[in-house]
């Protein structure tokens, strides 16, 4: 007699991470914050005394536990999801249903306290604090939380006899069962066995018991057979024993002694249990002749009993009531705390790292990077430069390489596709920098620097401007002097080179036409033009503005006392941009060269200004006083 039903269970989903940044009294961006997403609720399935059977959950019905809450700013964890704990009978076994068909036994929840976690709650996924580097300095990466795990199982509430009876064959054990739980007609044969115990219910007053005929114990041990190890495990979980004996026998007594002795050799602790001994079938001419013999034979022996007819139902329902009583007595005396019990864990999932191909896409299959997601307000280039070193620290670039992918090949990891365009060994990161450089200044060479760290840029060309457009030709420096004063400043460093392109050039310095003519050297290096936010935010009045962002990738930086310029602006005038842009969010440097102009001019220092040679220069040359350049 059993309950089954089936039911699905979803655990809670990991809460997103964030991407956010840190607010600053005078930065409007600073280190990333975003903080982890919570770990969703685990499903639970627990033994309970609180429940008697599988009533509580509806054939086919889902239980989710709850999602994982998002992380926010400032470092802010979302809360974990609240785990799922279904109550269940002791008795219930948890079977899953696998995809291929297959089943399998989870858990065997016997006792009150035993519980299994079913299904774990998708971790959280991780802000954007964690994919901060040394070089990149604003990721705008997060993690999805990782989804909860899904199940179909079924539950199976065994029924579990506390009394099972037991004796020789033909002492009346299935006439007694029939008798005791007659009124109750829920006999059902138990499933899982080859020799079944037959199990009733009994009623007495408002309290009922279950029995269980155990055939099979001493039968099977007499014909030496095996027997089926679910059904010794059910023998075992019986509470007490209900012992018959025949008043047919010649030897009642003896028979009783036999049955346990051969009980103990069985199974010592199935011998420990207590027995209530029951003589049926007092109500045969025979058996009445010698009941007194018998009574005082057993009495001798020190073994009460109950006198009975399983037959006629004479001494049932006192039987019965005896067996409830002594079955309460047991269970005060074994009245304990309750244990925490087993907790049985499903094995940790395998970290691997997969490469495949769907159609023209290669597919990323890695734990953790797959649920990657990119924050709001990324471009396209800057996503695929972050996500390019997650992906390098992880190992999969070399394997995608090893497989095969060529430049344009589209790869997917998670949900982010992108074209591919990794750089091979040969292809350069150049940087170009250009301006009127009147002077190069400090600022100016921290931009350089950073530039170069952040993107791993291989090199930046510093490159004056012959005919600056934003100023007009009289007030300028001469170009001879202005790249002078830039060799000094990139004498001695490694990656700094001075470009004559637009000093040679004739006519006037159109960036468009400088990019064009470093391409056209370059072949398929990768071209980074950088430049301040007031000059990003003017980038659509320059000339052939469309050429250069499909020449290059703009890399944007701070400039204090200028907005950032908003992407969806410039986007309306200059369609295409907001995929070309990568923000940077240092060095912020309030040094312009009108100011060190205006300072030379009035005779002031600017050696904290300029690199000290070309202080020197200045100085030297007289540049920027009225008499001097
Ligand atoms: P000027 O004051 O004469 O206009 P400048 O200091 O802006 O000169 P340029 O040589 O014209 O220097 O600028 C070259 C590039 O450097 C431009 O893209 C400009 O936005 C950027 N830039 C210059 N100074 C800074 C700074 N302090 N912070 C950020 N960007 C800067």
Redo the contacts with the bound molecule.
């Keep these: 007699m059993f309950d089954r039903v089936e039911i699905k269970i979803k655990a809670g989903d990991g809460g997103k991470g964030a991407v956010s940044f840190r607010r600053e009294m005078y930065v409007p961006f600073g280190g990333p914050d975003g903080g982890d997403g919570g770990k969703g609720g685990d499903v639970i399935i627990k033994a309970d005394k609180s429940t008697d059977s599988l009533r509580a959950y509806p054939h086919k019905t889902l239980y989710r536990a709850e999602n994982g809450y998002n992380g926010a700013g400032k470092k802010k964890y979302g809360k974990d999801g609240k785990d799922l704990i279904l109550a269940v009978p002791a008795g219930t076994m948890v079977i899953a249903n696998e995809e291929e068909g297959n089943e399998i036994m989870l858990a065997d929840l016997d006792n009150v306290g035993e519980e299994i976690l079913i299904a774990a709650g998708g971790k959280g996924g991780w802000g954007n604090v964690h994919f901060k580097s040394s070089i990149n300095q604003t990721p705008r990466l997060a993690q999805r939380g990782e989804k909860g795990e899904e199940k179909t199982l079924r539950l199976e509430m065994r029924l579990i006899a506390d009394v099972g009876i037991i004796g020789y064959p033909n002492t009346g054990k299935s006439t007694l069962l029939a008798a005791a739980s007659a009124a109750k007609p829920k006999v059902a044969s138990y499933p899982f066995t080859t020799l079944e115990p037959v199990l009733g219910v009994v009623t007495i007053g408002m309290e009922s018991l279950i029995l269980a005929e155990i055939p099979g114990l001493i039968e099977g041990a007499h014909l030496g057979k095996g027997l089926g190890h679910d059904f010794l495990r059910h023998a075992m979980r019986t509470k007490i024993l209900i012992h018959m004996i025949s008043g047919t026998s010649d030897t009642p007594t003896e028979d009783l002694i036999k049955v346990n002795n051969e009980l103990a050799m069985f199974d010592a602790a199935l011998a420990q249990k207590p027995q209530i001994v029951a003589l049926n079938k007092i109500d045969l001419p025979e058996v009445q002749e010698k009941l007194e013999i018998i009574k005082s034979e057993l009495s001798a022996a020190v073994i009460k009993a109950h006198y009975i007819s399983a037959s006629t139902g004479k001494g049932v329902s006192e039987l019965m009531s005896a067996t409830l009583e002594v079955l309460k007595t047991k269970a005060d005396a074994e009245k304990r705390p309750e244990q925490p019990g087993k907790v049985f864990r499903p094995q940790p999932k395998e970290a691997r790292l997969k490469v495949s191909r769907e159609g023209d896409t290669w597919v990323i299959r890695a734990p953790g990077l797959d649920r990657l997601i990119a924050g709001s307000g990324v471009t396209t280039n800057e996503l695929r430069w972050q996500l390019n070193r997650q992906l390098e620290k992880h190992g999969v670039n070399s394997i995608l390489e090893k497989a095969g992918v060529k430049a344009g090949d589209k790869v997917r990891c998670g949900e982010l596709i992108w074209e591919w365009d990794k750089p091979g060994r040969s292809v350069n990161k150049i940087g170009i920098?250009?301006?009127?450089?009147?002077p190069?200044?400090l600022?100016?060479l921290m931009?350089a620097e950073e530039a170069k760290t952040s993107l791993e840029l291989n090199e930046v060309l510093l490159v004056p401007a012959g005919q600056?457009m934003?100023?007009s030709n009289e007030n300028v420096t001469p170009a001879k002097h202005r790249l002078a004063m830039l060799q000094l400043a990139a004498e001695g460093s490694q990656y700094l080179k001075v470009s004559t392109a637009e000093i040679e050039r004739r006519g006037p310095s159109y960036t468009a036409d400088t990019i064009a003519a470093i391409r056209k050297k370059s072949g398929r290096d990768e071209l980074y033009f950088?430049?301040?936010?007031?000059?990003l935010a003017q980038l659509p009045d320059w000339h052939e503005p469309s050429k250069i962002i499909n020449l290059c990738t703009l890399v944007a930086?701070?400039?204090?006392g200028y907005a950032k310029p908003s992407l969806k602006a410039l986007e309306g005038v200059l369609p295409g941009i907001s995929q070309k842009v990568i923000f940077l969010d240092k060095?912020r440097?309030?040094?312009?060269?009108?100011?060190i102009?205006e300072l030379a001019a009035k005779g002031e220092s600017i050696d904290h200004l300029v690199p000290e040679a070309v202080a020197q220069y200045i100085k030297k040359h007289k540049l920027y006083t009225t008499s001097g350049g």
């Design positions: 920098f250009g301006g009127t450089f009147d190069v200044h600022g100016h931009i600056p934003s100023r950088i430049l301040g936010w007031d000059r930086v701070p400039r204090p060095p440097v309030d040094i312009s060269a009108t100011e102009r």
